[in-house]
């Protein structure tokens, strides 16, 4: 079992910046990659950003340009950089920790989400 804890979301002025954090409660080499997704109300899950176990990123095509997705295995964290963050980026962000099934993604385990707000 392994538990994912997001921090770092909070309030933002439109074109401000924050750094979110998903720490493991245990190895993220196990998965074939961590992801960071969000939700806002009213609307689907999406995925915003994925780093693949070889290091290939993948972003939505929403926040390509903004957002950096980092890994830091030696303290088994994922990172999302998030600049100039837009009202539209208001959501909860999870991560999650995917393993490879064919030509799609299981997503194994998922964090309890942080509130993201971007406003003036």
């Known amino acids: 079992q392994v538990q994912l804890v997001e921090s770092g979301g909070g309030l933002v002025q439109p074109g401000g910046s924050l750094r979110l954090s998903c720490a493991a409660s245990?190895?993220?080499?196990?998965?074939?990659?961590m992801a960071w997704h969000r939700q806002a109300p009213g609307k689907q899950r999406e995925l915003v950003a994925r780093?693949?176990?070889?290091?290939?990123?993948v972003y939505a095509d929403s926040v390509k340009g903004r957002f950096t997705i980092s890994r830091d295995n030696a303290k088994n964290t994922v990172y999302l950089q998030m600049n100039s963050l837009k009202p539209e980026d208001t959501a909860v962000y999870y991560c999650?920790?995917?393993?490879?099934?064919?030509?799609?993604?299981?997503?194994?385990?998922w964090g309890q989400g942080t509130q993201v707000t971007v406003s003036s």
């Open positions: 245990g190895s993220i080499f196990r998965f074939d990659a």
């Open positions: 999650s920790a995917d393993r490879a099934t064919g030509s799609s993604w299981r997503y194994d385990y």
């Open positions: 780093i693949i176990s070889g290091g290939r990123t």
